[in-house]
Nanobody, 124 residues
Framework: QLQASGGGLVQAGGSLRLSCVTS????????VGWFRQAPGKEREFVAT????????DYADSVKGRYTISRDRAKKTVDLQMNSLRPEDTAIYYC???????????????????WGQGTQVTVSS
């Protein structure tokens, strides 16, 4: 199972840190990604960290502001979000999969396991 937490209400320019706790087959040893979905919009890729080597990738809209990291001891994958903007408002989901190829890293369908989501609201 995956459990996302850390969402909340923050003013524009502020920061939040999301955490995704993994267990069992969803384990932190997998490739883990963060996605978000705003009302009326499709789910979109935010960031991912690969199982081997810790390679990371980010959506252009969050590059330089968000950082994804893994703590294997705690079995968590965190998403540090800085310089938040109103357009970052969404439900954020973490997802994982044992095997994802690079070209599919941003596709929700490539991830087998999903958490329940955590709401992030950024006020202007």
């Amino acid at each position: 199972q995956l459990q996302a937490s850390g969402g909340g209400l923050v003013q524009a320019g502020g920061s939040l840190r999301l955490s995704c706790v993994t267990s069992g087959r969803t384990g932190s040893g997998n490739t883990v990604g963060w996605f978000r979905q705003a009302p009326g919009k499709e789910r979109e890729f935010v960031a991912t960290i690969f199982r081997s080597g810790g390679t990371t990738d980010y959506a252009d809209s969050v590059k330089g502001r968000y950082t994804i990291s893994r703590d294997r001891a705690k079995k968590t994958v965190d998403l540090q979000m800085n310089s938040l903007r109103p357009e970052d408002t969404a439900i954020y989901y973490c997802a994982s999969s044992e095997s994802i190829i690079w070209s599919s890293r941003a596709s929700p369908s490539a991830y087998a396991y999903w958490g329940q989501g955590t709401q992030v609201t950024v006020s202007s």
